[in-house]
């Protein structure tokens, strides 16, 4: 227990530091102690932090570099939200360890400010973006240092701000220069609420990510990156990161590489030879396909040198299938519709057989060639397409055991299968597909990033059509007659202040309306020329800012080379798992794009060889949402109990990766806690010169929170800090060197408070932030004493406490100088020692 503040300086047993807290009454102590009020002291330490630059590393000259980046936030309409919190105090804690450990630690911050979710609050409110986004970066700010974190503030950026999306736009003229950015006509996910373009990543189960929306297809001109030349370099580096799980799978499986053959077969019906190519992952049972389905896409179907006799119906229903998302189109379980190509047929290279084709709307025209091979007998879904319309199946492969069933999609021996009969289906695979000229090969489910945004507040893509230059068949790119990139001399392109920024629905962006903006000279001739209306895709923004963190000001080049091979790759990258299909696979394939032009040298071109996601946050069970009224704002949890509080409650819940479920109640347990932390730091006058008492409880926990942090859980570091502040508080005496120490690892934590002890009560000069990290003893990690039993022919005679690395020579010695053994005994000899390490001594006589 702790003595009254005003009675220490008279305490007699109170000296050198070491105090005997046993003649003192808690009633009285709690009374006469001044009262820890957080408002009082965290705002005072984040300014001085601040002013003595505690966070700012030496970014030319650190000699242990530690980049501890977090995902940045974009500035939502309600300003900093719980989980934010939860997420950056995660990483805080880590990087303030670091730190404590020699490390020199940036822990950079900003605002992910353009696209769509500020836009979309913009219009709600009646506010231009602009004048939004100025309001969202000083609320934002203002929260962000509430929260205590180590941010190196000096080196903060918006990606809203040209002297960012400069070099935004100079990353896609690199990326139109190597020949990785194109524009073309295609279908895409639109929006009909937010009015704009999706990628593929951006639809989950057909809704749009952000609002929720149906998304449905349109035909529109638009620009994309060729992501998918990076597939297998994407897909194949992740085996060498070190990565949560779960965002590795995510990412194999949107890749989706899978190995198969393409396989020609001929039409009959058409003016002019033609083949359909399609693509199997089965061709071991190309004997067995009985009819040909096309995507509704697919380019036979407008095509007019073919004898569709029904082509009405067909194009009919082309259409309509084309209005669906991907989604709602492959869902499983759907009943299976289509029509059927009447005047065509296909020839089965195999069997020489003519089939039927069909378009049906369960074939994407985004995978694949658009065509597969139908073989209902062993594959589910041409099996329920098959029943429906009263289609022929042919079993080709037989396993002996449940091939009795269709559809059977094992393995095993094939049959009615020609000169194949009885050949393993998998050695059958490349067999077959030989025999029929055919041709092995891997397809993907990623489909290049589609970067356009038919909206106002994004960076305006760099790019100018020429109508004279192109009617001339000239061009930067063969493909693209007319297209240039802005030259980078004029960049950036200004994102102009148009009054009616609202999305039009047209197709095109807002700034298309703004003749000013989008008339220009043609770099090449010099002729009247079109700039490009669209806005890039925000996660463009997001793809590369870790880069530019180190040098945000920079006004000659993107990246600052000396800083960027100082600094990175990043030491550990922390962020949401719900990214990993979107943020976190496009700045992967920024980085190894940069890294083959020589701007980068990553090792394998990988930015983040350490990434661990985060858990979410729930409230009384129930996820958080504004229509249940239970979002979390930190900001009145900061005023009501401190940052240190809320950052402790948060990590206290579960592991970091976890997540856990936030209760009111909880926090009053971690407000008491920091209360006794306080009440224990002012119990304290000079510094003491006797030894430590704390012994194998403080080392144990000095190693226990180190690891524990070192694995991000954060939880049962806590948990084992209560333990020791426990111990300290039973114990009649405690050196202050052990609550120093206690302080020390209860700073990433609970950095305020331990400022203040610190500094305040202790009289230190410098931060306990910038103090070394505490280190064990190994010889005092186990107990001081053990307890053995002592049995004289296996009946207890007594206990006794040794020095917990005593001998078995040291035990046997000491159990028979015991006085109920000897008692027990009797003068007789014994026959047996038997000695059970640290546990008992049995004596038989």
Known sequence: ????????????????????????????????????????????????????????????????????????????????????????????????????????????????????????YAMKIGVHPVDQAKRSEEHFYEQLQMIGNGFAWNERLETYKPEYYHWTQWLFVQMWKHGLAYRKRQSVNWCPKDQTVLSDEQVENGKCERCGTVVVKKELEQWSFRITKYADRLLDNLEKLDWSERVKVAQRNWIGRSEGAEIRFEVAGSNAPATITVFTTRPDTLFGATYLVLAPEHELIADRQFAIANRDEVEKYAAEAKSKNNEERSEEGREKTGVELKGVTAINPATNEEIPIWVADYVLGSYGTGAIMAVPAHDERDFEFAKKFGLPMRQVIVSGGDDAVLPFIGTGALMDSGKFDGMDSEAAKKEITKFVHGEMKMQYRLRDWLISRQRYWGPPIPMIFCEQCAKAGKGEQPEMSGWYAVPEKDLPVLLPYVENFRPTGSGVSPLASDKDFYEAACPACGASARRETDVSDTFLDSAWYYLRYLDPKNASAAVNDPRVKRWLPAALYTGGAEHSVLHLLYVRFVALALTDWGILAFPDGEPFPKFRAHGLIIKDGAKMSKSKGNVINPDEYIRNFGADTLRMYLMFLAPF?????????????????????????????????????????????????????????????????????????????????????????????????????????????????????????????????????????????????????????????????????????????????????????????
């Not at 030319?60 to 939502?76: E, T």
């Not at 990087?95 to 490390?103: A, I, L, Q, S, T």
């Not at 926990?701 to 111990?727: C, E, Q, R």
């Open 1 to 120: 227990m702790f003595p009254p503040k005003s009675d220490i300086a008279a305490m007699p047993d109170f000296k050198d530091g070491i105090a005997n807290w046993n003649s003192f009454g808690i009633g009285s102590m709690m009374e006469n102690m001044s009262k820890y009020r957080p408002a009082d002291i965290e705002s005072k330490w984040q300014e001085k932090w601040l002013k003595e630059s505690v966070y700012e590393p030496d970014l030319d000259g650190a000699a242990r570099p530690f980049y501890n980046l977090m995902m940045f936030p974009y500035p939502s309409a309600e300003g900093l939200h719980v989980g934010n919190m939860y997420a950056f105090t995660g990483a805080d804690i880590y990087g303030r360890k670091k730190r404590m450990e020699g490390f020199d630690v940036f822990e950079p911050i900003g605002l992910d400010g353009f696209g769509i979710h500020s836009e979309n």
């Open 657 to 845: 990766e976890q997540g856990g479920d936030f209760r009111d109640a909880g926090v009053l347990g971690i407000e008491r806690f920091l209360k006794r932390v306080w009440n224990m730091g002012e119990g304290f006058a000079a510094p003491g010169t006797g030894a430590r008492s704390a012994g194998a409880l403080l080392h144990r926990t000095i190693k226990k929170v180190a690891d524990d942090i070192d694995n991000l859980h954060y939880n049962t570091a806590i948990s084992a800090l209560m333990i020791l502040l426990n111990g300290l508080e039973e114990q009649q005496a405690v050196a202050r060197e052990d609550f120093e120490i206690f302080l020390k690892l209860l700073a990433p934590f609970a950095p305020h408070i331990t400022e203040e002890i610190w500094r305040e009560m202790f009289g230190r000069t410098t931060s306990i932030h910038r103090e070394p990290w505490p280190i064990y003893d190994p010889k005092l990690l186990t107990e001081e004493t053990i307890t053995l039993v002592l049995q004289v022919n296996g009946k207890v005679r007594g206990t006794i406490s040794l020095p917990s690395t005593l001998t078995e020579e040291e035990a046997k010695t000491a159990a028979l100088a015991d006085e109920g053994v000897k008692r027990a005994l009797g003068g007789a000899t014994p026959k047996k020692i038997i000695y059970v390490e640290k546990k008992l001594v049995n004596i038989v006589v």
